[in-house]
């Protein structure tokens, strides 16, 4: 067995022991099957003696019970002030493992978790050293969007996540340029990393079930790359090419070129940039892939730079 929490009998157990009650405004469902933890544990690829995982919205610690004795620390993100009082009893075979950080994902900064992971992993000469690598987490689904893009961006040691979304964020997370989930989102957590498995998870295996169909995705990290020098692009590039996505899907039914200008980008450069990338300037943004936005981003730059 993964995790002796995951089943809806071991789940109330703690809930009554504790007298807690699920909050809806926090996303708290419940996993409580234990085969689709084993199946994200495997997608982890978790290592126990170098894998430093990174989980948000551990709840009352079920999957964080099964990520525990597989890594070397985890370090979890809770937002319910109620829930820490539970994990000295539900993670007890492996508090030396466990670090926990209370508040709001999205307001969390990375040296927060370095600061927590310092007691497990000790206070080493590199700091880049205690961050996590691994996140795997049970998302909450009215922030998990958000969070996946924001840990990618704000921590570079991520090599990969295996996170629990809602499906529809799914589709949006793996969508291809053409299709009506692809949008700046996708586009922009692409510059970061690449969609390498997917399994879906109905709501029967949650308590209480959600409303909605449950997926979990893996995403790699595959750095984007300078189109001449093919040098991984560095953060300042990467916000550069992200701005220039952001704005040719502000207006989505619009094209390439009035999006683009409607967000503040000179017409003259559009075309300029569109044409040293051979690119319709017609086109709508949804069409263009990763590759595609980040050589017009380097061209769009040239020719503003050069104005």
């Not at 009506?180 to 690449?194: F, H, N, R, V």
């Not at 893996?218 to 550069?240: C, G, M, S």
């Amino acid at each position: 067995m993964y995790s002796p929490l995951a089943t809806p009998s071991a789940t109330r157990a703690v809930l009554e022991e504790f007298g807690l009650a699920t909050k809806k405004r926090l996303g708290q469902n419940f996993l409580v099957n234990d085969h689709v933890i084993g199946h994200i544990c495997e997608l982890a690829e978790l290592d126990a003696s170098s894998s430093i995982v990174l989980e948000v919205g551990p709840g009352i610690g079920t999957l964080t019970a099964a990520l525990l004795p597989r890594a070397q620390a985890v370090c979890s993100i809770e937002a319910d002030p109620e829930l820490p009082q539970v994990y000295a009893s539900t993670l007890a075979k492996h508090q030396e493992r466990f670090a926990l950080v209370q508040g709001d994902a999205l307001k969390i900064e990375p040296t927060m978790l370095a600061e927590a992971l310092v007691p497990i992993l000790g206070n080493q000469a590199n700091a880049l050293s205690i961050m996590p690598n691994i996140f795997v987490a049970n998302l909450p689904y009215q922030v998990a969007a958000t969070v996946l893009l924001k840990f990618f961006q704000q921590i570079p040691t991520l090599a990969r996540a295996v996170v629990m979304v809602q499906a529809e964020v799914a589709d949006r997370i793996a969508a291809i340029p053409g299709t009506k989930a692809y949008g700046a989102y996708t586009a922009k957590l692409s510059l970061y990393g690449a969609v390498t498995g997917r399994f879906e998870v109905g709501p029967s295996n949650f308590f209480p079930p959600p409303h909605v169909t449950s997926a979990v995705v893996r995403i790699d990290r595959v750095p984007a790359l300078h189109p001449e020098t093919q040098a991984p692009l560095t953060q300042k590039e990467l916000e550069q090419v992200a701005q220039v996505i952001d704005g040719a899907f502000a207006q989505r039914r619009k094209t390439l070129r009035n999006s683009l200008s409607s967000s503040g980008f000179l017409k003259d450069d559009i075309d300029a940039a569109c044409a040293a990338c051979g690119i319709n300037p017609a086109a709508r943004a949804e069409t263009l892939s990763t590759t595609d936005f980040i050589a017009f981003a380097f061209a769009l730059a040239q020719y503003q730079y050069s104005a």
